[in-house]
């Protein structure tokens, strides 16, 4: 079992497809939260490693599953916020094999994450505590993929990278065409497996026109399953995009007409029309993070809207 200041309750391992695994790494002791997504051939592939605090967990769960440290060959990143990629130092100092795959904008941030740590604490506050703090990955072990980059490992599938923007300028999808598997990272939203729900993560600087153009790019591939990192698996993978679409329409039609409502009321409006917020609701109380996030999201659009109202 791994040790450390980041080292956290045990993982679970759950298997996706053949070759194809997530990891429940319960960053900050919470369940169904967070999942890395493994791919195993004779290397191994991770997407989205997690925050400083779970590494550990994500090291036991390799482990699990005969990952060895050596055939790890990339870490992919959908974007470089910390609860998805913060760890990464942490665990390429285990895989000193692997390379950090990021989109062209989060190079520098990786190599030196001073301002990204900065910012990040800014934003999460006690939350970002909680991650640990991001570390820096040697200069030559990162790299950029961009749209139209393909990626293989030996044994395993080959991905096709997608720039998705909306949730970040920096977010990237990945697409498995054998089986037509998307990883679609927060570019989709949050998916609450067992409720079967979808909720927007649009946090500022939210696009909600980038988010909207990348989610139809994401259609037209015809994916079959969704891997959300948050969390959990879909097999309706076309039916959640447009789902999702439709629900950022909706907030953003809401919001529009409520501008000056605090975060609550808004929130409060939404679930009278939108089935899917309604159902979770009630887990707010017991998923302060959730709260938050859902709080953040409202406010991610708002601002897009006054951006917008602001150039006309």
């Known amino acids: 079992m791994a040790t450390g200041p980041w080292a956290m309750p045990g993982p679970e391992v759950l298997k996706v497809a053949p070759g194809l695994y997530a990891i429940d790494v319960k960053p900050l002791g919470i369940p169904g939260f967070l999942s890395p997504y493994v791919l195993v051939g004779r290397e191994a592939a991770i997407i989205d490693c997690g925050p400083p605090c779970s590494i550990g967990a994500l090291i036991e769960g390799l482990k699990a599953l005969g990952v060895k440290p050596e055939t790890v060959r990339y870490v992919l990143a959908t974007h470089i916020h910390i609860d998805h990629v913060g760890g990464a130092s942490l665990l390429l100092d285990w895989a000193r094999e692997a390379e950090l795959l990021v989109h062209p904008r989060g190079v520098e941030h990786m190599i030196d994450p001073s301002r990204l740590w900065e910012s990040t604490k800014a934003v999460l506050k006690e939350v970002a505590e909680g991650y640990g703090p991001i570390g820096a ?176």
Request: glycine residues 8%; proline residues 8%.
């Open 137 to 312: 990955v040697e200069r030559g072990r990162v790299s950029a993929i961009r749209e139209g980059d393909e990626l293989s490992i030996a044994g395993g599938p080959r991905l096709q990278v997608l720039e998705t923007p909306g949730h970040a300028s920096h977010h990237l999808s990945f697409f498995e065409p054998e089986k037509r598997i998307l990883f679609p990272g927060d570019s989709a939203g949050v998916y609450i497996s067992p409720l079967d729900i979808l909720v927007p993560t649009t946090p500022p600087p939210f696009r909600l026109d980038l988010a909207l153009s990348s989610l139809d790019k994401q259609v037209a591939l015809g994916p079959e399953l969704a891997c959300y990192p948050h969390f959990g698996v879909s097999n309706q993978a076309v039916r959640r995009l447009e789902d999702y679409r439709a629900q950022l329409e909706l907030w953003a039609d809401v919001i529009s007409a409520n501008m000056g409502e605090p975060a609550g009321r808004i929130l409060e409006l939404l679930a009278s029309r939108d089935q899917y917020l309604a159902r979770a609701l009630p887990l707010l109380e017991h998923f302060p993070m959730l709260k938050r996030g859902l709080a953040n999201s409202v406010e991610g659009i708002r601002r897009f809207i006054e951006r917008e109202r602001g150039r006309s």
